[in-house]
């Protein structure tokens, strides 16, 4: 006779806190569809990482950041309801998918309708708290100094290179924080010529942030710098600037609604080749209506990482509005 089958296409919509509960696991909310709390998979062997565990209901997908899990899991940071019962039991996806099967039947339970006010709320809670930090982080690794970066901008901001374990293993580690100054994720710079050049946690969403904004608005300025990445930030840093980075070339409404409420004016300092270019541009036009832009215009194939402080407030110096 053959074996029976489980529906794995209905049982990955079983919620995540139902097979939690079934474990007796209770984790705390962190916003509308986001729990976080103490990893309870028995991969977890971190002591540091006490609170790396985090659901979202709505996705109906779960994650651990520590790297023990993400270790033992090959790489992987989390996954849908099988994936968990595979690890909690230590069994196979098929195995797991029978006893969710026995459990639930087979059938999801309808999610609870999300309510206006939830609905609009939710970008602030997209990226989760971590609850814990890595270990092990050379803030004073040679990769810094050929990349311009001083000491003590790399320890103010936690950069450096990682010595654990883990997809970020070997990996020159950018720690991420919200606007509430909560460490929310850590990108991971290749430096030998890897692929991907970054790699960043499953579920992260870059286009509900945007980095160092907690610094930049605690400082204070009126006025804030727009840049790219992560080392175009720390430059210009360096330079004496409050900055901020989109961490790539896109530009979202939520990105737009954090400068607008924290920022009487912006300055736009994108790198000097196309894409950069276009992003400058499209920016502008879509800040205007809003808020004074102004534009830097770098020499082609440039980018602020490249330049020194007195190249960087040299360029500044010479900024154009755009209007």
């Keep these: 006779m053959p074996l029976p089958q489980a529906d794995f296409q209905s049982l990955k919509q079983i919620p995540i806190d139902q097979v939690l509960a079934r474990y007796g696991v209770k984790l705390r909310p962190a916003g509308p569809h986001t729990l976080y709390g103490a990893c309870p998979l028995p991969t977890h062997t971190s002591r540091q990482s006490r609170e790396s565990f985090s659901v979202n209901l709505s996705r109906r997908v779960w994650a651990c950041h520590s790297a023990s899990c993400i270790a033992a899991r090959d790489g992987r940071i989390g996954g849908h309801a099988i994936d968990l ?3 909690m039991e230590r069994c196979g996806l098929r195995q797991a998918g029978m006893r969710l099967q026995d459990w639930f039947g087979g059938r999801a339970t309808d999610p609870p ?4 006010s939830a609905r609009t709320s939710a970008p602030t809670a997209c990226n989760p ?11 004073c690794h040679p990769y810094l100094e050929q990349r311009g970066i001083f000491p003590a901008t790399a320890r103010l901001f936690g950069v450096g290179m990682y010595r654990g374990d883990g997809f970020l293993a070997g990996r020159c ?4 924080r919200d606007e509430n100054s909560r460490l929310v994720a850590y990108a991971g710079r290749a430096v030998h010529g890897e692929t991907p050049k970054y790699r ?3 579920g992260f969403r870059k286009s509900h942030l945007l980095f160092n904004l907690d610094r930049a608005r605690h400082a204070g300025a009126r006025n804030v ?3 790219e990445g992560f080392f175009d930030a720390l430059k210009v840093h360096q330079a004496g600037h409050a900055v901020v980075a989109l961490m790539g070339t896109s530009f979202s409404q939520r990105q737009s609604e954090l400068l607008t409420s924290h920022f009487a004016r912006v300055t736009l300092l994108l790198d000097g080749d196309p894409p950069g270019r276009r992003a400058a541009e499209i920016i ?3 800040l205007l209506p809003k808020m004074p ?3 830097t215009d770098l020499p082609k194939g440039v980018q602020p990482d490249q330049l020194s402080s007195t190249e960087i407030n040299s360029l500044l110096a010479r900024t154009t509005v755009a209007l």
């Excluded at 309708?113 to 206006?116: F, G």
């Excluded at 708290?129 to 803030?139: M, S, V």
């Design 173 to 176: 580690v950018i720690p991420i």
């Design 200 to 202: 960043f946690p499953s």
């Design 113 to 116: 309708p999300v309510k206006e």
């Design 129 to 139: 708290p971590l609850g814990f930090t890595l270990q092990g982080i050379d803030t």
């Design 85 to 87: 019962v595979a690890t």
């Design 225 to 227: 710098i727009v840049v």
């Design 284 to 286: 502008a036009q879509s």
């Design 293 to 295: 832009v102004d534009k």
